[in-house]
């Protein structure tokens, strides 16, 4: 699994760290940090969720 | 013809009985109309919450795009479009909304920075010192119009001090917005370009004052633009393409957060259990209500884009020229989505939200509404232990933009300040 964010439409909105603080952090710029693109399986509901809830539909998973 | 006629069911969004009233339009459309299409614009409706969503979120490809407003008058989508039609200009620069990829996503995340959750956090305080300002004039006043005294004034000072406007033109920013933003008899509708054109006179020499004093990034939504180099051509904006990047946030900042406020707060009069509910802690409970005060409280309708690919979307084929209408307030309405949808619950579980739509044009300032409708129910409540609102002096508009009361006359029985 491999979580890929379209950084055209990413603008910070922190859903995702919302969801799953082990994939996502936002700095202190509100800039999105992806802590592990490539998560263990067990995660996959919580990145699957953050998917789901990031607003902008900015991002999606291969695999 | 009208909803309550099964058969013989037709509905324009822009028809005077919807401007009056869309709700039975919207259930009918959303129980039997999936995907309803009004031959006159050439338009696809879509009403169900997760349609809504399926059609913003095709974000590939230009295929939706604002090119011909995601809100026009009625009279600019009467023709029928022979595949997609031009895109918005880039030299110069078209207005933000209108733009396509990757112009449109360039531009926003060049200005937005101000809008993002801890730097709307950093401005909190200071959005609840002009909250309690407010509140010290107007409460022993005993009676007052809270639309604009109170939400309208404080949502335009936050606004101006966004976009480097002299927080003293407040009031006349909020005074103009009003006005230019109501449905008009006479043009048929919410004239959008004529206001956008009127607001560049407050923006444009705001963005003058940034550029003589050096653009330092103080102001971070004009000097971010002023700085901005393009990177098709590395030009610069001059200060009407800038003008026309900001002057949708000027009008949604200024007009939108009250109305979910008031609206907000005339739910809560109405269901008194609620708030004696929510009275026992408002540091826990003000966050909850608001999710669901921002979920059926809100008066936009709906946003508008044209195809300019075809593309199947939530079972409909739509080819390039024609328009889709995404109808946020119907979906949020959606018992597909929301038991007993059209009832305030203040505290039910609210998994996913269209308040903001979704995808490419998904709302810049949502962080920034949610933090003031938090701020100026929280210090309302917090100081009015006892209120009553005077629905006889209440004004609702009849709109396709904003659909709701537009005054609201509060009574102060019991406060402290």
């Given at each position: ?63 | ?144 119009e809270i ?115 008031c609206q907000?707060l005339l739910?809560?009069w109405r ?116 209120f009553e609102f005077d629905m006889d002096e209440a004004v609702h ?8 009361w537009?005054k609201l006359p509060v009574v ?6």
């Amino acid at each position: 699994m491999k979580i890929v964010v379209n950084w055209a439409l990413c603008e910070g909105n922190g859903k995702c760290e919302e969801e799953a603080p082990e994939l996502f952090e936002l700095d202190d710029e509100d800039e999105l940090t992806v802590l592990n693109e490539t998560p263990p399986e067990e995660l996959r509901a919580k990145a699957e969720a953050a998917v789901r809830l990031c607003p902008k539909n900015a991002l999606s998973i291969e695999g | 013809m009208n909803a309550h006629s099964p058969g013989t069911f037709s509905y324009d969004p822009y028809a005077r009985e919807v401007l009056e009233n869309p709700l039975p339009f919207y259930r009918e459309l959303q129980a039997n109309h999936p995907g309803y299409y009004v031959e006159k614009y050439d338009m696809f409706i879509f009403t169900r919450f997760q349609d809504i969503l399926d059609v913003l979120g095709v974000t590939e490809d230009n295929t939706f795009v604002g090119s011909e407003s995601t809100l026009p008058m009625p009279a600019d989508i009467l023709h029928k479009n022979t595949g997609a039609p031009p895109l918005a200009p880039t030299d110069p620069m078209g207005p933000g909304i209108m733009l396509a990829s990757p112009e449109y996503e360039e531009l926003r995340l060049a200005h937005i920075k101000p809008l993002r959750p801890k730097a709307v956090k950093a401005i909190e305080d200071m959005t609840r010192e002009l909250a309690l300002d407010r509140l010290r004039e107007l409460l022993p006043q005993g009676k007052f119009e809270i639309m604009g005294d109170y939400c309208g004034l404080v949502s335009a000072a936050v606004t101006c001090h966004l976009l480097g406007i002299p927080k003293s033109d407040a009031a006349s920013v909020l005074g103009a917005i009003n006005d230019l933003a109501s449905y008009s008899d006479d043009k048929e509708g919410v004239d959008t370009p004529g206001m956008f054109k009127f607001l560049k006179s407050f923006i444009i020499p705001a963005i003058d004052r940034r550029r003589k004093a050096g653009a330092d990034g103080e102001v971070p939504m004009v000097d971010g633009l002023i700085n901005h180099r393009l990177k098709s051509n590395g030009r610069a904006l001059n200060d009407e393409e800038i003008a026309d990047q900001l002057v949708c946030s000027f009008v949604a900042a200024t007009e939108t957060p009250p109305k979910p406020t008031c609206q907000g707060l005339l739910e809560l009069w109405r269901n008194p259990d609620q708030l004696a509910e929510i009275r026992k802690d408002l540091d826990t409970n003000i966050p909850i209500v608001t999710e669901e005060i921002l979920r059926i409280c809100i008066t936009n309708q709906f946003g508008i884009r044209t195809a300019h690919k075809d593309v199947t979307v939530a079972g409909v084929d739509i080819k390039a020229g024609q328009r889709v209408l995404a109808g946020i307030y119907a979906g949020l309405r959606d018992p597909r989505e929301f038991d007993e949808p059209e009832k305030f619950i203040w505290n039910r579980e609210i998994k996913r939200i269209l308040t903001f739509g979704y995808g490419q044009h998904h709302c810049v300032g949502n962080n920034l509404a949610r933090m003031e409708v938090r701020v100026m129910l929280r210090a309302f409540l917090e100081h009015v232990q006892d209120f009553e609102f005077d629905m006889d002096e209440a004004v609702h508009a009849a709109s396709y933009f904003h659909w709701g009361w537009v005054k609201l006359p509060v009574v102060i029985k019991q406060y402290s300040i």
